[in-house]
């Protein structure tokens, strides 16, 4: 009988609510249709007492385990120590990072319940794949409950080289979770460099050979890349029948004409979005003949309502557009509309298909998905120009892209002005060398290498009591 896939994440959400967006989500969904299982996590439901059995409910072949937590871990556990410390550290911002002992122990509770209701629901034929930084401690935990099938772990977001990951007081303690599973993931070669560099500082007896295999005394356990791709088939199908329908026709006909400048993101910080309005303002002014002829539509949904810095942010962001607004705009024309809501993906990528330049700006991030939702959509006889952040991991793969340093407003703004002015027989040059690379690598062929790869690790690993001592 085939293995049974079982993906785990912090938030689980059903197929008919409005999907919330995220990146985690749009590549477990996808794994999980391809081949059928179960995916686990959190429901959006909190108990005051030690949570019920999971929910269960059965869509298109894929079975969703909800479970509720307890509402005073919550806050700590995932606004606390995942969002406000393992997030900006993770991406390099420790300015925005702070640690508290409290939010880190709801951490390791939460941990521990997610363990608890999912052992056993556990087959032993089954394998897991957990899914980001809020989840990793889970493999130690189900380990110590006795769980043998092989656990991998993906990181969604990047791993930060070992100096500063070392920031975080407890670092020892994560690097020697993540040396639990049988297989960790990363998104780009240099998260996987930085961990090979946190594991040689954490476990002095650790050898990493060169295809990522990690050996840890009588264990051993594999590392490697597995860039997350996108749908393209299915989003340029999407993007192709969203462009007849009234929402994304309204939006082109009130642009009467003028010219498409997009960003979709959600709204936090290290996406770059100040950085961004700023390069913009800058572009307007160095380039005053695109005045009432560019429009800047940025879509960027709340996220993290209840964390003081992405309420910040969001104050800067209404102060920036609000500026460049007052500053340029005419009767007639607003430079950037602002929308803080979140669409339907066939109408997002009906918008980004509209747009002759996708800014895709990150201060830093694991992957991008807009980047290559972005080239997706594009209508390749006369497709728009990406100017992607030399910061993002999609930087690597999109290397035809007009990439910039997003911090260089002067650079981005320029940017945007060569995009604007480009000729078709480069700007489809660019999109087919992309185009080809992102079928290449799809969110499918990235699903099944990870499972793949997770499968053959079938061995059962010792006890992590077992693993050194860390340093
Ligand atoms: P995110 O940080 O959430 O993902 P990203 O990769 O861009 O960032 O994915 C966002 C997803 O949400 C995209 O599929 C996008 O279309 C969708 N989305 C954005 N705004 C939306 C809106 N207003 N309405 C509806 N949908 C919207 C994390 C990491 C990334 C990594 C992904 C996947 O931070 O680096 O690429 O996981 O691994």
């Not at 912090?10 to 999907?19: F, G, H, Q, T, W």
């Not at 749009?26 to 059995?53: C, I, M, N, Q, Y």
């Not at 807009?370 to 793969?397: C, F, H, N, T």
Request: charged share 25%; proline share 6%.
């Amino acid at each position: 009988m085939a293995a049974r896939l079982i993906c785990v994440s912090n938030r689980v959400s059903l197929p008919r609510k409005a999907a919330a967006p995220g990146g985690l989500a749009v590549g477990v969904l996808s794994a999980l249709k391809r081949t059928g299982g179960v995916w686990f996590g959190w429901g959006g439901d909190l108990s005051e007492d030690d949570p019920s059995e999971p929910e269960i409910h059965i869509r298109d072949g894929v079975t969703y385990a909800l479970l509720e937590l307890r509402r005073d871990l919550f806050e700590p556990y995932y606004n606390g120590f995942s969002n406000e410390s393992l997030w900006p550290l993770f991406h390099y911002m420790p300015t925005k990072f702070r640690f508290r002992h409290e939010e880190r122990e709801a951490y390791e509770a939460v941990n521990r319940q997610f363990a608890q209701k999912l052992a056993p629901l556990i087959k032993p034929n089954d394998v897991i794949w957990v899914h980001d930084y809020h989840l990793i401690p889970l493999a130690s935990r189900l380990r110590e409950l006795g769980v043998r099938v092989p656990i991998g772990f993906f990181l969604h977001i990047p791993f930060p080289y070992i100096e500063t990951l070392r920031v975080l007081p407890t670092y020892a303690e994560l690097v020697r979770d993540l040396t639990a599973y049988d297989l960790v993931g990363f998104q780009a070669d240099s998260d996987l460099r930085s961990f090979h560099s946190a594991v040689a500082h954490c476990v002095e007896t650790a050898r990493i050979e060169p295809d990522g295999l990690i050996r840890l005394g009588d264990r051993s356990f594999r590392s490697g890349v597995f860039s997350i791709g996108v749908d393209v088939e299915g989003i340029e199908g999407e993007a192709a029948r969203a462009a007849d329908t009234q929402i994304v026709r309204k939006m082109v006909d009130s642009l009467v004409g003028r010219k498409l400048v997009i960003g979709v993101d959600r709204l936090d910080y290290s996406k770059g979005l100040v950085e961004r309005f700023s390069a913009y303002e800058q572009f307007l002014e160095t380039f005053p003949d695109n005045r009432g002829h560019v429009t800047y539509l940025q879509i960027a949904p709340l996220s993290r309502k209840d964390v003081q810095s992405y309420a910040e942010i969001r104050r800067s962001l209404e102060q920036a557009s609000g500026r460049t607004n007052g500053r340029f705009a005419d009767a007639d024309w607003t430079p950037i509309r602002y929308l803080n809501r979140n669409f339907p993906h066939e109408s997002l990528m009906g918008f980004l298909r509209a747009a002759q330049v996708g800014l895709v700006t990150p201060l830093r991030d694991g992957m991008n998905l807009v980047a290559k939702e972005y080239l997706a959509a594009q209508d390749p006889a006369d497709p728009g120009v990406l100017v992607l952040s030399q910061l993002a991991g999609a930087a690597r793969e999109l290397s035809a892209a007009l990439q910039i340093n997003p911090y260089d407003s002067r650079a981005v703004g320029h940017a945007i002005q060569t995009a604007l002015t480009m000729s078709l027989s480069e700007r489809r040059d660019r999109h087919s060398a992309m185009l080809e690379i992102l079928r290449s690598n799809d969110i499918g062929v990235w699903a099944n290498r990870f499972i793949s790869t997770l499968r053959q690790t079938r061995e059962s690993p010792s006890p992590v009591s077992r693993l050194p001592a860390v340093g």
